[in-house]
């Protein structure tokens, strides 16, 4: 490609909306243009990331056994009305009318349409097992669209969609797609980890996320730097502190904190750390039949409570929602800020601790009484033991690995994921096969998506600096750029930068050849900021010497390269980049 | 790849809906699953053929300098409304709302998002000329869609849009579009033939369809068999057929013709050619302020009225209609059936000839009195000169070319289509960039569309014969399938299938080993519907003597090749198919 028959737009200003690296570093390089929020053009520069992306991925998946089809973007209702979605899904889920008034939604994955497939395609066991993906355009309507490319509203996915006989089949079709996710990633070029993960929306009981470490990414990680545990703190266990109850040494005191609603303020009027604090969250159900129900959860001052955890107590199974003022006044009598467990009339709410809160002893809580909170409290004398003991926190950085070792966290953007459904979908679309013995039985599903353009928005936010972004080889919009300096002027340059230009197409390399004739601030600069993995200059004085630069994006310094060996140099640097 | 590992599935009986080949073919030989009425899953074998007209688009489109970007299938209504086309368009144009009641549409073309990008991106002289294309999803909400991917709802579009400084230099775009198409579909191995056409909803000045011929085809294209003359029947010029005004020999007589309100039953009555008569019609008009204002067309009995030209004529820009019961009543005293332009009060209604019938003599029409019509009408004698002559008829085959030579008629399948656009998008929405002289100018516009998911239908409307498809090579599901008959039972037949398939693959061969060991009868069948160029037949019997049997799809014989030879065959055979 010659820049001067390319379309090059960089901006000296990332537009004010952009809070993230990689927005504001795609809208500079001119990979994307914003149409409405969420939605964006790839332009010629971001459609040849997000080719290179697909192309992998489609290598991999093939590689896997995986059988390619396109489904469609526009995808009729009653289909989503079998599963159940139509109604369970929220305003994410874009909903068309089309002219006849039937009803449409704008995919946002393909569970029922696949499934419908596989219920008319799939007759007997002999078909089994079968992989189908597709790439294609998605549409989930983000309440708040924002962070570019991270959070779209349109958006590019590849999803594959498994069948099997059984379970133990269902299990091996999901370890070959997780095997062939870590070679798509490993691919890639980006620094990555597999985490188990919460099964969300999509349904079924098992699954992974792959994600991209960075900084700013949004998803937390808990792992462990010395093993192979990695999962989403929404998932991982946190374990109870404390091996065994504490014994009560201190008496039950009551104790005035004025203007402390939080365990923060409290431990610094009482002069005790954090983690001798208690704090309580009353949260309600609501059961299809009779009157609310209200559970007290207790979590230690210096934790957070993690919603996914709770969502999935017992009983919370439809669904939670903080308690009103009302409800908390009926048993607490006392507003929220100095709520406890201590003294509360039997039955008339459910009593949840965490693991470590049931373990404390001599702790702090609240009295029940605006203004006070009690000190040297401890199970079984002071209050009765709590209902139910349940993991209701996160994890934080340093809790012990019951497995062994010390567990930390770093942040991640999700890019990959890996669910083993079972039959939630089959079931509900009423997908069978015959098996061997002439019957019909459900078939097992597994479903596995990869956010295509978000990986290159990943891609950025893992590997950026100041002036730009630093793509690996293996994705990046040109893998070389070629920078004449003074090419109008100089025909030792212009032959120079033309031969070099044709050796590395013909070696099959994306080169790409700043005719442009600008000046050499301004090219290097835009070329900074694009990031191709390696740069070639080529002067006049230089190449009196026999001399060309190279400079890979990575490193600090330019590489003195003989013009001769210029070619050989490039081919054999762009391997480790 | 190997049918074991992939997914055949074939139907003995095409669904009943299914009105035209391609669409019975494609759903029996399992290429296309049909989702919801116009919208269809492609399935492994449907996108294989969708890809490689792809690539080839791509390579061609990339070859004329066109460059490659992806702009959304959810466009805001806002840019639609800027254009005037948010009102314009019919419910052809599928709205939606998202969760904040904003208006959006799904893409059916997009002339508005290219020109926004272009007035955002375009701003000197010194960048133009530019062609961006995109290769998209589309969606047209069909009030009754049919014949599977020849009329759907969704469908995938390749469009490219240039961009130039002036009417001259956006003609040499036009051209060079031209001349990528004429590649593009010669490469794709169809007989095709471009044609001047109507520029319809889109606007323009100058375009041109590229039709695949087939005798389903819904277009009528005009030709000379002898030139390079072709035009959509939409647009082609209908001569006049009689060099000059025939001569008045007869007198004006009023005939009785019971129960005759159609020509051809008034010819028969009066036992006259129906070459003789003459139809009326009458159209009505309302311009914007005073009341509708009538037309009476006239064309001889055995010519057809030609829409597009009637809407072409002076006075009809906005729309016309039939006139009404009432309206014809007003000028006529008649009801429609036995109309006439004789003896018409003066100026109730503007009278206009075909070219045709502006020359005729003796002709008979209406009497403007039920079950009456007069023979020997004579212009100027018995009634004034119409008060236009126009072009008001289709074409018909043996019409003589006015360059020379006689026209013929075929069908064809639009599949692609080249428009000038001149300034009408980029001046809605005020789309400039800066010349030499440092003054804005308004950016001159063409556009080009490829129907890809169309073109694979057209092929097969082309290329079939009642066992299936015939597909050209270089869209073919695959080029070559072999056939080992029995392969479960003969190592002799499975060595020597599995040593042809890797020495087809080596050689970049498209071939599928048909390793299902069925039997030899459904094999075939199979092959025949889903139309690979070549089949490759390896049995036991013929090995033995070292020969296998190799059946091109357009032959009707097998050729018995040597094994040793096969290869070579194979190659050398591909390259005329």
Redesign the interface.
Known sequence: MRAS???L?TLKEAPAEAEVVSHQLMTRA?MI?K??GG??????M??KV?RKIEAIVREEMNRA?A??????????AE?WQESGRWEQYG??L?R?K??HQ?D?V?QPTSEE?IT??AR??IHSWR?LP?N?YHI??K?R?E?RPRFGLMRG??FTMKDAYSFDRDETAAQASYDAMYAAYQRIFTRLGLTFRAVAADTGSIGGSRSHEFQVIADTGEDLIVYNPDSEYAANIELADAPCLLAEREPAREALEKRATPDAPKCEIVAEQLGLPLSRTVKAVVLATDPAEGPARLWLLLIRGDHETNEIKVGKLPGFGDGYRLATEAEIDSVFHCAPGYLGPVGLPPKAITVIADRTVAHMGDFVCGANEAGYHLSGVNWGRDLPEPDLVADLRNVVAGDPDPRGGTLAIQRGIEVGHVFFLGDKYSRALNATFLETDGKPAVLQMGCYGIGVSRISAAAIEQNHDDRGMIWPRAIAPFEVVLCPIGIGKSDAVREAAESLYLALQAQGVDVILDDRDTRPGIMFADWELIGAPLRVTLGDRGLKEGIVEIQARRDDQAQRIAQADALAYILERLESL
Chains 1, 2 share one sequence.
Do not use: K, S
């Open positions: 028959q390319y379309h737009n001119g243009r149409i409405a939605v964006y053009t790839y332009m010629p971001g459609l997000l056994g059988i390619e089809l396109l489904m469609p973007v526009i995808q009729p289909l305003p994410e874009l068309i089309d002219r039937r449409f704008v349409v419908d497939i008319n395609e078909q079968v189908f294609q355009t549409f309507d309440r509203r349109e």
